[in-house]
């Protein structure tokens, strides 16, 4: 990586480190902190803890896409864009991967597939090992594995890093906006099965910022003469 690249990814994990700590504690305190109607801490199979692991492997592929297009354009409206969600999302990946910690749940769980807490029900496995595993390449389609919702391929990430300028931004913003309509059904998923109220808080705050920046993107690809992927 570039020593420009190197820097973004420090101030990255700064946001994360400072910003997130006040969130991630509060998953574990307060009224609506618990995993049901018993307030107990949520288990490795209920949809707090998938939807923390599933979303923390979707968003640093979001975050990986979008610093490979910012060494890929100089165009500065669509490098904002690109740090704008590469920033977001690394702080969201560190709150919902210390969320875990917290609650003793391990990162990892290859004893499911991906989304089955979306299908399990809040409920589901009070003992259990749902989740998935948040692991390097998990879900990605890099080791074979099921795509999570919207998640680009591996040769289309290859395809990315090998182009440049106007088409490297339209691809971009193509991969983004079918990642971000991805992201935001399995957050429209949290919203709805989720105990712990802060993580469903922000899960709604994922749809709202998700579905407003595919708009934005939509109108950055019709400048380029451009169409959304079908």
Not at 54 to 72: C, P
Not at 73 to 90: G, K, M, S
Not at 123 to 133: C, L, P, R, T, V
Request: net charge negative; with cysteine; aromatic share 4%.
């Amino acid at each position: 990586m570039t020593r420009t690249h190197w820097a973004a990814v420090t101030a990255v994990v700064l946001a994360l480190l400072f910003a997130g700590a006040a969130t991630v504690a509060s998953a574990g305190n307060g009224p609506g902190s618990g995993s049901g109607s018993g307030g107990g801490t949520p288990t490795t199979a209920s949809a707090d803890a998938g939807f923390a692991r599933d979303m923390s492997v979707h968003h640093q592929q979001a975050v990986e896409m979008s610093f490979i297009v910012r060494d890929r354009t100089q165009d500065e409206e669509v490098r904002r864009l690109a740090y704008d969600i590469a920033n977001t999302q690394a702080n969201q990946r560190g709150m919902m991967l210390g969320w875990l910690d917290l609650w003793g749940l391990p990162k990892i769980s290859a004893d499911a597939e991906p989304m089955e807490w979306m299908t399990a029900g809040p409920e589901a496995g009070a003992s259990g090992h749902g989740g998935h595993s948040a692991g390097p390449g998990a879900g990605d389609g890099t080791d074979g594995g099921a795509l999570m919702p919207g998640m680009a391929t591996k040769p289309d990430l290859e395809r990315l890093g090998r182009l440049s300028g106007k088409q490297a931004e339209i691809l971009y913003l193509q991969l983004m906006i079918i990642h971000h309509n991805g992201g935001i059904a399995m957050a429209k998923g949290c919203v709805e099965q989720c105990a712990v109220g802060v993580e469903r808080d922000l899960a709604q705050g994922m749809v709202d910022a998700q579905a407003s920046e595919v708009e934005l993107m939509v109108d950055l690809l019709h400048k380029r003469g451009a169409e959304p992927r079908t």
